[in-house]
């Protein structure tokens, strides 16, 4: 009966932790859209506007999270597909961004590169949901091969500091955002093999994770909204 309680009550604080985030993601979406906005030249390839449409794909993934630990949204073959390649657009959307940053230069190069890397992860998701199928399992292969453009981004934000570039948001303080959320998704994926399971892809240890990601994006939107005087 005591488990049972203690898993009820990370169910609903998985929840509560959820809507936070989508609020604080959906904060940074109009932080980040008004500055595109607010340009007096406005491109696709803005790094407001891309990182717009990112964290838009982050609430998106957040939502169907809580659809699918609350059994509203049956979870089919393919919600996970969707779910999973929206998580490879993210993704792609920060290598871009990156690659912009680091190769401001060569265009045609960053396009191959982006283009390649999402048609062979696509093709893994296909041949990994073929064989094996499991949610929960899919999902910690693919955190966990996303790590390391994770830390390259993570590093990037850093980069633009102290190299005293893209003044129009705080590069520092989204540096240390991101650096939270990296260290919440590797605690995520041994939370996924440590807990017990209380629905969709989550265990009764998730809420831990989310806890870290809040401030993570706190201080994200501190930075998103400040700009930088060099």
Not at 22 to 27: A, D, E, L
Request: charged content about 10%; some cysteine.
């Amino acid at each position: 009966m005591e488990v049972i309680k203690i898993q009820i009550i990370a169910y609903w604080a998985l929840i509560s932790e959820y809507l936070i985030i989508i609020g604080i993601q959906s904060c940074i979406v109009f932080i980040l859209f008004r500055k595109w906005f607010q340009s007096t030249h406005r491109y696709f390839s803005d790094l407001p506007f891309i990182m717009a449409i990112s964290f838009a794909f982050f609430i998106y993934d957040r939502i169907d999270s809580i659809l699918g630990l609350t059994g509203i949204m049956p979870i089919t073959a393919v919600s996970q597909l969707i779910n999973l390649i929206g998580f490879i657009i993210i993704t792609c959307i920060n290598l871009l961004i990156m690659l912009i940053i680091w190769l401001p230069e060569r265009k045609t190069l960053r396009s191959t590169f982006i283009i390649t890397w999402f048609v062979l992860w696509f093709i893994l998701i296909i041949v990994f949901m073929s064989t094996i199928g499991s949610p929960d399992t899919l999902h910690s292969v693919l955190f966990m091969m996303g790590l390391p453009i994770i830390l390259l981004f993570t590093i990037t934000w850093y980069f633009c500091y102290f190299q005293k570039r893209l003044s129009v948001i705080n590069p520092l303080l989204v540096g240390i955002g991101f650096t939270g959320y990296f260290i919440g998704i590797i605690l995520r994926v041994f939370l996924s093999l440590m807990g017990t399971p209380i629905g969709y892809v989550f265990t009764d240890l998730h809420w831990i994770a989310a806890m870290i990601d809040i401030p993570s994006f706190i201080i994200m939107l501190l930075g998103f909204s400040k700009e930088m005087s060099y």
